[in-house]
């Protein structure tokens, strides 16, 4: 795992910025600065420089029952130390692939994966896994009830190396 | 079910929302900090209606946008998954019993034995095996426990969340 970044110097007006942010994402600066009686200015310039260092990010979150992805599964892969890398690079294009790891035991390729129902899902595992180059053996663990997520605490920086939608403010 | 394209390789499903709601939130997932009168703007309706979809979409838990922080920044440097096998005692109760703890980031029921896996973030190893030996091992109903280590985290997209559980603000 990568160390930690240098650049993560956060005052405890940035920590309550965050937490702000944290609770509710659509607040205006005026109103954070207005809890915090801070000047609206000073909100706008620590969150420009948290998010600039990928210290922050913004997120839309879609609750899954509602979005219709009812099938979920974790996967774990053990594939050929010199086909991982290749693995890896094409799971990580997977939409419908949100978290992917490196990691030692049993298995060095394991994530998740959130579909609409069990057919896609097994379509793609198939399609990306079970038919890869140097899969030893692929471990599919269908998930029965998400009991706890943290989704506010991610690695942001690794995250922008990919395509996404996401805000860049 | 309608599909909401918002790139070429980021799809949004839902399933249970009209045409303004899904409009509003594909132009959200895009840049989820976008002021209300840029989405009437390019949704086409009253900034009064953006507002009160918003408001009805947050407070029925089927979205919110939220500030997420970074894994490092946050003070974490080691990422674990933990299997977990329980006997003598509800599955359901354990894993309330194990998302109750701080360090540990998500719990989930599978439908295989062990029936558990959760993920906990922690600073260092010392720090893991603390929480794995004073407060995760004194579970009463936790019979068998392995971890293993994640090495590198490669994409941690979070879009879907179950927003509806008592972990989802």
Redesign the interface.
């Known amino acids: ?5 240098p650049n ?1 110097v ?1 005052d405890d007006l940035d920590e309550a910025i ?1 937490a702000e ?6 607040q205006s600066n005026r109103e954070v600065a207005r809890k915090l009686n801070v000047s609206e200015g000073a909100v706008r310039q620590r969150l420009k420089r948290l998010q600039e260092k ?16 009812h099938f979920g599964a ?1 996967f774990r892969v053990n594939v050929a130390p010199n086909q991982m890398e290749r693995l ?1 690079k094409s ?3 997977i ?1 419908e ?9 049993r ?1 060095n390729v ?2 998740f994966i ?1 579909t ?1 129902d069990q057919r896609s899902a097994l379509k793609l595992i198939d399609q990306h896994f079970l038919t890869a180059k140097g899969v030893n053996s692929v471990d599919v ?19 922008r190396s ?8 | ?1 309608l599909l909401l394209r ?2 070429p ?9 009209d045409n303004i709601s899904t409009s509003i ?1 594909r132009v ?6 976008t002021p209300n009168n840029a989405i009437a703007k390019e949704v086409g309706v009253a900034e009064a209606t953006v507002a009160a979809r ?1 408001r009805q979409m ?1 407070e029925n ?14 003070g ?4 674990t ?1 933990v299997d977990i096998a329980t006997s003598g005692r509800s599955v ?1 109760s354990v ?2 019993e ?2 109750a703890l701080d360090a ?9 034995k062990p029936e558990i ?1 959760i993920t906990i ?1 922690t600073k260092d190893r010392q720090e893991l095996a603390h929480i794995i030996s004073d407060h995760v091992s004194t579970i009463r109903g936790v019979a068998e426990i392995e971890t ?18 008592k ?2 603000d």
Request: a positive charge.
């Open positions: 795992m990568p160390t930690s970044n993560t956060i965050i942010f944290q609770y509710d994402g659509r990928k210290i922050v990010a913004f997120n839309l979150l879609i609750d899954t029952a509602s979005s219709g992805n974790i890896l799971a990580e294009k939409d692939v949100t978290y992917l790891v490196e990691c030692a035991g298995y394991a994530g959130s609409r663990i269908q998930l029965a009830q998400q009991i706890k997520h943290n989704f506010l605490e991610t690695v942001i920086a690794e995250e990919h395509s996404e939608s996401e805000s860049s403010l | 079910m918002t790139e390789t980021q799809r949004v499903y839902m399933s249970d929302l939130l959200l997932a895009r840049d989820p900090r918003l947050r838990k089927i979205m919110r946008v939220a500030l997420r922080k970074d894994f490092h920044a946050a974490y440097d080691f990422q998954t359901h894993a309330e194990l998302a540990v980031k998500a719990v989930m029921i599978v439908m295989r896996i973030n293993h280590a994640v090495l590198r985290i490669r994409k941690s997209r979070v879009r879907y969340a179950n927003l509806k559980s972990y989802g």
